[in-house]
């Protein structure tokens, strides 16, 4: 009788240890604003939107609390978030209009899909639960990478003066030069 018990016991065990490995496994990369969905159904690549400059998309390993079909912020002007799958106090997954968006830092924290593919991960995690884990670091800032065209332009413009007076058009010397192209190639981000 014991050992009876004992195979049911295991049986049960493997049972419930298959349920709880069947959860849908999320991954978004935060450096490359991807996010990677392994399920039942198979596997997945999707690009999102993370926090821009200025908000924070949390590092870690969640499990889902909430599932809302459609949930509005009250925070942000009543924005809407088709399909949200909350993970940690106001963060969740959502859906967003804003598809031109995807790819790169665009959000407040909450991670961006398309509408599409949000209503695929909130069936496959209100059918089989999830796992979601956040690494990676955001790509550098816009404004950064603005500053260091400016610091490039404005050192091949010095070096260019320096050599004799000419810009870094190859096709005409500085006199013949426009001095808005001279200030452009000085500042190309300024506006003209």
């Not at 959860?23 to 996010?35: A, E, G, R, Y």
């Not at 209009?97 to 949000?118: D, E, M, N």
Request: with cysteine; glycine share 8%; net charge positive.
């Amino acid at each position: 009788m014991r050992s009876v018990i004992g195979v049911l016991t295991m049986m049960c065990c493997a049972f419930w240890m298959t349920g709880a490995q069947a959860t849908v496994q999320v991954h978004i990369d935060l450096t490359h604003q991807s996010m990677s969905v392994t399920s039942n159904s198979g596997s997945y690549n999707w690009p999102v939107s993370t926090a821009r400059s200025g908000y924070v998309t949390p590092n870690g390993t969640f499990a889902p609390y909430s599932l809302q079909r459609m949930h509005y912020s009250k925070k942000y002007h009543m924005s809407p978030m088709p399909y949200s799958i909350f993970f940690a106090g106001g963060y969740a997954i959502h859906g967003t209009y804003s598809v031109a968006q995807l790819g790169r830092p665009a959000s407040h924290g909450c991670i961006r899909l398309s509408p599409g593919h949000a209503q695929q991960l909130y069936q496959m995690v209100q059918a089989e639960g999830a796992s979601i884990s956040i690494s990676g670091a955001p790509p550098r800032s816009t404004m950064f990478a603005k500053a260091h065209h400016r610091a490039h332009a404005a050192h091949y413009a010095a070096r260019s003066r320096y050599q004799g007076g000419e810009t870094g058009l190859a096709y005409a010397p500085a006199r013949f030069v426009p001095s808005t192209v001279q200030s452009w190639q000085a500042d190309p981000y300024a506006r003209w």
